[in-house]
């Protein structure tokens, strides 16, 4: 609904709807992902214009979830205690992205750790695993991403899964910018999937760049050329380009 102004009501709905995917990611003790996703709430609430009353709501949720977050046994183990300031978003968020360096590191560093000490061990979970290969995808080490995906094939698809996942989201919230980044770490871990790459296309299709959607179709079909969604779409924007 885009009332008078610009101001579109459905993106204080999305962003609560983040707010409560945090607290879902706390629940389970996925530390990790839950302050990732929680900085993208605090990123998009900076940028988005509200009514007062949707402001209001959304601040008062990310009050209510600093307070749950802090409290949490799993953020308490990493962390140990931490006090939010209410309503500062700002320095929430500059503190959010504090969290996720210090957390990144954390985990770099066992894993140099293990190697060094020629240990096998494995995480626990398969969000840990998943946490690891997530920390090179920021940083956009490529080849290590790809080396730990062939060592675990599946927190790698259960990652690729989550981004892709992600991607359609910001897609159908019109948030083309962070869908065409999220879906470009999902092919950290596999450049060579066509799907990714026509999803890439749709989401230059619903922002109207239509000779970026002919480009990553192509990537769709030259990574496999029997695609026949690939295919539709390719004569599809072909028609919208000629």
């Not at 989401?203 to 109207?208: F, L």
Request: glycine share 4%; proline share 2%.
């Amino acid at each position: 609904m885009l009332l008078q102004g610009g101001i579109k009501r459905d993106e204080a709905g999305n962003i609560l709807k983040k707010v409560k995917d945090c607290r879902a990611q706390l629940q389970k003790e996925n530390v990790y992902s839950c302050l990732m996703t929680f900085r993208d709430v605090l990123e998009k609430t900076l940028t988005t214009r509200m009514l007062p009353a949707d402001e209001k709501q959304v601040h008062k949720e990310i009050n209510v979830f600093q307070a749950d977050l802090a409290a949490s046994k799993a953020f308490l183990s990493l962390y140990g205690p931490v006090t939010f300031t209410d309503d500062d978003i700002k320095t929430a968020l500059d503190f959010m992205k504090q969290l996720i360096q210090i957390r990144e590191e954390e985990i770099v560093a066992a894993m140099e750790k293990a190697q060094a000490e020629g240990s096998a061990a494995e995480p626990d979970t398969l969000q840990q695993r998943m946490d690891k290969i997530m920390v090179f995808v920021e940083r956009e080490d490529a080849d290590a991403v790809r080396t730990m995906a062939e060592k675990d094939e599946e927190a790698a698809d259960a990652l690729i899964e989550h981004y892709n996942t992600s991607g359609i989201e910001y897609r159908k919230e019109q948030d083309f910018e962070k869908a065409l980044k999220t879906f470009r770490k999902a092919m950290f871990l596999r450049p060579d999937d066509e799907c990714l790459h026509y999803n890439l296309a749709r989401v230059h299709i619903d922002a109207g760049d239509w000779a970026a959607a002919r480009t990553a179709t192509q990537e769709a079909l030259r990574a496999n050329p029997d695609f026949q969604e690939g295919l539709q779409l390719r004569t599809f924007i072909d028609t919208k380009l000629s």
